[in-house]
């Protein structure tokens, strides 16, 4: 799939203006998204899912390239969502174009998990991310509480352990080792925010915070 989309991309069939535009590309993240073009300079692309208000606005960018495959993640769930596109060149918009994608519903264990009881002023972070314990599904959600990011493969209950090059080393929960407390994941995914698999290491005793 990864070479399809970069195919589609360099094939230059597809262009800012007309691009080509896959949700969930890797099957495990539904709130996410890659419009894929070619452009015939090298830009930067910036990219604003637009939120529900202007706080829950989120936001990403690419390195220049001429053959881009744009990471969208930040997505409401259910909903055809706007998002804003800007073509960049040293750091100066020299194009802008907004587009509709549209997601389906993800799992009820976590859909509505998150209820805002108070909210004094802006958070540091926008989006909190959640993982681990009694959390089937590691996701993140907003300033409002809405789920812009969720795995639909459930993991082990230590969670995912983030990693330093915008990748997470992921538990599986369907192969645990017996142990002398609880059992342990047998089965640790490096993947990426689209739900993208890299590598898969299996561990024979199974692994805990280590």
């Not at 990864?2 to 535009?21: D, G, H, L, T, V």
């Not at 802006?122 to 314990?133: C, D, E, H, M």
Request: glycine letters at 6%; charged letters at 15%; a neutral charge.
């Amino acid at each position: 799939l990864p070479i399809s989309i970069q195919k589609k991309a360099a094939m230059r069939q597809y262009s800012f203006e007309n691009p080509y535009i896959i949700v969930n590309p890797y099957g495990y993240a539904p709130l996410t998204a890659v419009v894929a073009f070619s452009t015939d300079k090298a830009y930067s692309v910036k990219y604003t899912v637009k939120g529900n208000t202007s706080l829950c606005d989120v936001s990403g960018s690419t390195d220049a390239a001429t053959v881009h495959a744009v990471p969208i993640i930040g997505l409401y769930a259910n909903k055809t969502n706007t998002v804003e596109l800007e073509l960049l060149e040293n750091n100066n918009v020299v194009a802008t174009k907004k587009v509709n994608i549209t997601t389906e519903n993800i799992p009820s264990d976590v859909a509505n998990i998150v209820t805002v009881t108070k909210h004094s002023k802006k958070s540091a972070f926008g989006l909190t991310l959640v993982t681990g314990q009694d959390c089937c599904y590691p996701f993140a959600y907003d300033e409002s509480g809405d789920i812009r990011w969720v795995i639909t493969r459930k993991g082990g209950s230590n969670g995912i352990f983030p990693l330093s090059d915008g990748k997470f080393l992921f538990q599986a929960a369907f192969a645990l080792a017996p142990s002398h407390a609880k059992p342990h994941p047998t089965n640790l995914y490096e993947m990426d925010y689209l739900g993208r698999c890299y590598s898969q290491f299996y561990i024979a005793q199974g692994v805990h915070h280590d």
